[in-house]
């Protein structure tokens, strides 16, 4: 059986790859093991790997983050110098090189989508809302319950004290950690209490976990973001904080949804809101929020862009939806069933309550 023939758009992409590592700092002798040691500082990848992509006879396509990487790596001269071959972090970029990355990543993402026969939103599944380019750090910052909603064994003179039962939100907290920390190896990814924050805190990669009540931090980088949506207190409402915005000078309020009367009534539907812009402290960073009206809005707003099973989709809904700026603000719905929350899906309607395009665009 004759072997299958090249895609032509599959082997321009190949060797553009293998020019980029031969031709561009021919003095550098840039080898694949070299340039797999790089690339693998963040994530670890192999010589084969990399041979695989520069084949002329049967080419594998790179991930759309690697391709990034070729971007990031070839856009400066201080990727081989001094030392050992390495990825320089974005945030140190001058302008020229900054201009140089944005050139060659439109080249190859280009390349890429069109080898893959996708269109840009499809190819937009290996988009990783999670995975950081820089060196961090990323700081979590958490609510922390009130005394009188602690457990016994949030007591340090408990012989079973456990801290982390001091934390709000902490189904929230710890699906976050796990899934920053395996998204990011290398970079540092701490989490605090919001009594706890101290300046430095800030300046990194700022993911602010929970609502207003119990989250001071929550309240204030908001506020200081421009954030356009926001949480009041409701007398009808004693467990949780409506979120409101105005439009046209009238305020617009969204509610939990639930069944039953008194001691039989079940929480079946809550809202969470997922923010990410720039960190008002620090605008080479970011600054994320998952926040929602109870616990339950909360985890929804991390698991949309954590649980395997739809991130991918959820990922493809913000670029469809907000390019490639990497900011926006989405409030949603967050169905409850059975006690258990169940992950937004964006691309189904109703679950999009209202989104922002960042820098504000007015909502729809």
């Known amino acids: ?34 340039l797999a040691e790089a690339f693998g500082a963040e994530e670890p ?3 084969a790997t990399i041979s695989s992509w520069e084949s002329r006879d049967a080419p594998k396509l790179p991930p759309r983050h690697r391709i990034i990487a070729y971007a990031r790596f070839f856009a400066t001269r201080r ?12 945030d140190s970029f001058s302008a020229a090189e900054e201009a140089a990355y ?9 390349l890429r989508t069109t080898a893959s026969g996708e269109s840009p939103v499809e190819d937009a599944v290996f988009r990783r809302s999670w995975h950081f380019t820089d060196s961090g750090p990323a700081n979590i910052v958490c609510s922390q319950l009130p005394a009188d909603e602690l457990s016994p064994l949030a007591n340090p003179a408990d012989p079973n004290y456990t801290e982390l039962l001091k934390y709000a939100d902490l189904d929230a907290l710890v699906e976050l950690h796990g899934h920053i920390r395996a998204e990011n190896a290398f970079m540092p990814v701490f989490f605090k ?3 706890k924050v101290v300046p430095d805190d800030l300046s990194g990669h700022v993911v602010l976990v929970g609502g207003i009540a119990w989250n001071e931090v929550t309240a204030r980088l908001s506020e ?32 939990p949804k639930w069944k039953g009367e ?26 994320t929020i998952c926040n929602g009206i109870h616990s339950r809005g909360v985890l ?26 990497g900011s926006f603000i989405i409030l949603m719905s967050v169905k409850v069933i059975e006690g258990q929350t169940m992950t937004p899906d964006f691309n189904i309607p109703g679950v999009v309550l209202k989104q922002w395009q960042w820098p504000l665009d007015g909502g729809r």
């Open 262 to 287: 008194g001691k039989a009534r079940e929480l079946v539907e809550d809202v969470g809101l997922l923010v990410r812009v720039s960190n008002p402290i620090n605008s080479s960073r970011t600054l």
């Open 102 to 110: 944005r050139k060659l990543e439109e080249e190859l993402l280009g």
């Open 193 to 195: 209490a919001a009594t």
């Open 45 to 47: 990848v192999g010589a």
């Open 79 to 90: 990727s081989v110098e001094p030392g050992a071959p390495k990825l320089v972090p974005l």
């Open 300 to 325: 929804g707003a991390v698991r949309s862009l954590t649980d395997e099973r739809l991130r991918d989709a959820n990922e493809r809904y913000i670029t469809a939806n907000f390019g490639s700026t």
């Open 224 to 255: 200081m973001a421009r954030i356009p949506v926001r949480q009041v207190s409701d007398p009808t409402l004693k467990s949780g904080e409506p979120f409101v915005f105005d439009v046209s000078g009238k305020e617009q309020r969204f509610l």
């Open 1 to 34: 059986m004759p072997p299958l023939a090249v895609p032509p758009a599959a082997l321009e992409l190949s060797q553009r790859l293998k020019q980029l590592r031969t031709q561009t700092w021919p003095d550098a002798r840039l080898t694949q093991a070299a």
